[in-house]
């Protein structure tokens, strides 16, 4: 039984940062962060293989966001710097056996409960 619990959501002003963790339970994943802002379809925004190895950033994201992973501690992480107020939204993470680089939240098989990020201007 794979299990996601992300921690870190809160609210920050524009050009903070934020740091979302999550702890992943029942074996070896390539880990995702998406988000869904109200009224919105959920997109990528960041993953990273087990390894950690290869990461893949939206273009959105690129240069203020980081994704990383600690294997001995199950968790991923995703460092968010610079933050706008369009960054604002719920953050899921979310799992998959092996990493293909798709974008697509239909291929990731596995999801946490959400975080809320808001960014005030």
């Known amino acids: 039984q794979v299990q996601l619990v992300e921690f870190g959501g809160g609210l920050v002003q524009t050009g903070g940062s934020l740091r979302l963790s999550c702890v992943v339970s029942?074996?070896?994943?390539?880990m995702g962060w998406f988000r869904q802002a109200p009224g919105k379809e959920r997109e990528f925004v960041a993953a990273t293989t087990w390894s950690g190895g290869r990461t893949s950033y939206a273009d959105s994201v690129k240069g203020r966001f980081t994704v990383s992973r600690d294997n001995g501690k199950n968790t991923v992480i995703l460092q968010m710097n610079s933050l706008k107020p369009e960054d604002t939204a719920v953050y899921y993470c979310?799992?998959?056996?092996?990493?293909?680089?798709?974008?697509?939240?239909?291929?990731?098989?596995?999801w946490g409960q959400g975080t809320q990020v808001t960014v005030s201007s």
């Open positions: 979310a799992a998959v056996r092996t990493y293909s680089g798709s974008f697509d939240a239909s291929d990731w098989n596995y």
């Open positions: 029942g074996g070896r994943y390539a």
